[in-house]
């Protein structure tokens, strides 16, 4: 298990000018909800997530030594970085990665000696009500490290990786799921050998073929922006009335996953996954200010896929996200019933008919390296 203070850039030991590379990250969907976090975005219970395969950010960095007298190394106060989102220049984006920047300067100092250009793009349609943060601030570390690998090719492919998602974590906490594995667990649990708060770390079981390339279907019911930031919402927590219970019943639902994931149980699979997804809906509920961010067609669909479920035995279920969208997740061997049935009963309930359809990825890829 690596600490903080394992993460700190330590020395170059190769002088590069410049460089550009690209990486593709995912996002992921939770199955165990984190909600509601410390400082220095350290959750305040371990989450599990499905790394998706479809929805991700494309990401290229491009990064030019800045001419810089070398007795100013230590003094320069400014990062200097520009931000392309599909080709044009998205300002409006550049305090969110500011932030970002000084928050990862401690362990990435080398990168106020370089100009920055951040070119970025969704593979899902911008607006979509898929939350990109994670994805493309998990695309984001991955370029980075791509430049840290070249500074000092000794770092090993563990310790990239890790530090990948302890660096996307500070811009997004659920992006350190989004860097390695189809299934990542973040967070310190018992069962799980080398969890950490710091990083996401892959599945350390093995995965009951039933999960693989199991499907999510994410049904688009609002696209508006979301009524409520996850900031806002985590904080919600800090003064909760039940969030003892809750960050305790994430770490008994989390055990059980494991679990149902390497047993193939989708009785238990099902069970937990669609408590998880009400639950993090109660927490919103039940908080002061409170919110109710399903709508009703999100209702209609949860009720539909209960009678579908309960009418025909097959291992249909859904998990929401801090939003009124569905996700409807299924194993691959019974596509075709749960696509007619998506298709013919739930997607009149999606905004202008919109629906994606993704399955279970392998995290983070490696487009191009100059």
């Known amino acids: 298990m690596l600490f903080e203070k394992d993460f700190v850039f330590k020395e170059s030991l190769e002088p590069v000018v410049g460089g550009n590379f690209q990486w593709s990250a995912p996002s992921n969907i939770a199955l165990v909800k984190y909600w509601g976090k410390k400082e220095h975005q350290i959750p305040a219970n371990p989450s599990l997530s499905f790394t998706l395969n479809q929805c991700k950010t494309i990401t290229k960095v491009d990064f030019t030594a800045r001419t810089i007298h070398p007795d100013n190394y230590n003094s320069l106060t400014d990062y200097s970085f520009e931000l392309l989102f599909e080709g044009k220049t998205k300002d409006e984006f550049k305090p969110k990665i500011q932030k970002f920047l000084e928050r990862i300067e401690v362990y990435c100092p080398y990168l106020k000696q370089y100009h920055i250009t951040i070119d970025t793009q969704n593979t899902f349609p911008h607006s979509s009500g898929i939350a990109s943060s994670a994805s493309g601030m998990a695309a984001l570390a991955m370029n980075i490290m791509s430049l840290e690998k070249a500074l000092n090719p000794k770092i090993s492919e563990d310790y990239f990786y890790q530090k990948a998602s302890f660096l996307a974590r500070l811009g997004s906490g659920s992006a350190c799921r989004s860097i390695r594995g189809n299934v990542v667990a973040?967070?310190?649990?018992?069962?799980?050998?080398?969890?950490?708060?710091?990083?996401?770390?892959?599945?350390?079981?093995?995965?009951?073929?039933?999960?693989?390339?199991?499907?999510?279907?994410?049904?688009?019911?609002?696209?508006?922006?979301?009524?409520?930031?996850?900031?806002?919402?985590?904080?919600?927590?800090?003064n909760h009335p039940f969030a003892e219970q809750r960050f305790e019943q994430a770490h008994h639902n989390l055990e059980l996953l494991l679990h149902a994931l390497q047993t193939g149980n989708l009785d238990e699979f099902i069970k937990i996954v669609e408590s998880e997804a009400l639950t993090l809906h109660a927490m919103m509920m039940t908080s002061l200010p409170y919110f109710i961010l399903m709508k009703p067609n999100t209702l209609e669909i949860i009720q539909k896929i209960w009678k579908f479920r309960n009418e025909t035995n097959i291992p249909i279920c859904f998990t929401l996200d801090a939003g009124a969208n569905v996700h409807i997740l299924f194993p691959e061997n019974v596509s075709e019933a749960c696509m007619a049935f998506i298709t013919s009963e739930l997607v009149g309930y999606c905004q202008n008919g919109q629906y994606i359809c993704d399955q279970l990825g392998i995290g983070s890829q490696l487009i191009s390296s100059h």
């Open 186 to 238: 973040w967070g310190s649990h018992a069962k799980i050998a080398d969890s950490s708060d710091l990083y996401g770390v892959s599945f350390p079981f093995l995965l009951h073929d039933k999960f693989k390339n199991y499907q999510d279907v994410i049904l688009l019911v609002d696209k508006g922006e979301k009524q409520v930031s996850s900031t806002v919402g985590h904080d919600l927590m800090h």
